[in-house]
């Protein structure tokens, strides 16, 4: 898919990851739709338009079904359309099992899945006429390992990871694609409260010996959204943490 004048749709975009992702496709000439549960700051959207595109920001609840509809609604009434969707926004609420909450599991299934599910469903109606989109949903390499203290932010993580298999089959047909990318260690806000000492130890199980950036995940959406033979896949973003095969 040519990316000049595509509308993209990235969900938890107001910072780290999923700002990369709208800055880079801006950089390839897509106009964006920033979300965030928060007010999209103005400074940001303008950022992004120094780019020459078209930027609007809306804001909602991805885990509310019908919030989600309607921000895909307004975002087709101002654009016109959404022709790729970037399922990114996610949280973690890490505790070892014995002690997790039932509210702690639900809250991340709530919004890892079923926000990605909500999102993907209203977003594809419009997909489905059109003959033509791209999906690209943030999983996580945990879902695909597992790790200590992480058992709801992994069951949701691994649910994308099945949800997105399910969905590049149901749509191929009308010319759409679904794909995963699997980030590891990536250089956020979230890592960089880390001590030194559990930064050191989580360097020493990636075999490039150091952390990813953001970019390096932006570049893989960009990848996947030009892709028209790719679908269904998970690309592991992970200086090799999790090798498959």
Not at 11 to 24: D, E, H, L
Not at 148 to 176: D, H, L, M, P
Not at 191 to 216: F, H, R, W
Request: a neutral charge; glycine letters at 12%.
């Amino acid at each position: 898919m040519e990316l000049k004048g595509k509308n993209v749709f990235v969900t938890g975009s107001s910072r780290g990851i999923g700002k990369a992702i709208a800055q880079v496709f801006a950089q390839h000439g897509a106009n964006i739709i920033l979300n965030g549960r928060g007010e999209i700051p103005k400074e940001l959207i303008d950022e992004i338009e120094s780019n020459g595109v078209t930027c609007i920001g809306i804001s909602g609840d991805i885990s509310d079904y019908k919030a989600a509809g309607e921000m895909i609604e307004k975002a087709v009434e101002q654009l016109g359309s959404i022709d790729i969707l970037i399922n990114n926004a996610g949280i973690t609420n890490d505790k070892l099992l014995l002690r997790m909450s039932g509210e702690d599991f639900s809250k991340c299934i709530d919004i890892n899945l079923t926000g990605t599910f909500n999102m993907t469903q209203h977003a594809v109606k419009r997909m489905m006429k059109q003959r033509s989109g791209r999906i690209i949903n943030m999983t996580s390499v945990v879902g695909l390992m597992g790790n200590i203290g992480q058992a709801n932010y992994s069951a949701s993580k691994a649910g994308v990871v099945g949800f997105t298999k399910s969905v590049a089959r149901e749509v191929a047909a009308r010319g759409i694609t679904c794909n995963a990318i699997a980030p590891g260690f990536i250089e956020t806000e979230m890592t960089a409260v880390l001590s030194d000492e559990i930064k050191k130890k989580m360097n020493e199980q990636i075999p490039l010996k150091k952390y990813g950036q953001t970019e390096d995940v932006a570049k893989a959406a960009v990848f996947l959204a030009e892709s028209p033979y790719i679908t269904g896949q998970v690309l592991n973003i992970d200086g090799g943490l999790v090798m498959q095969g």
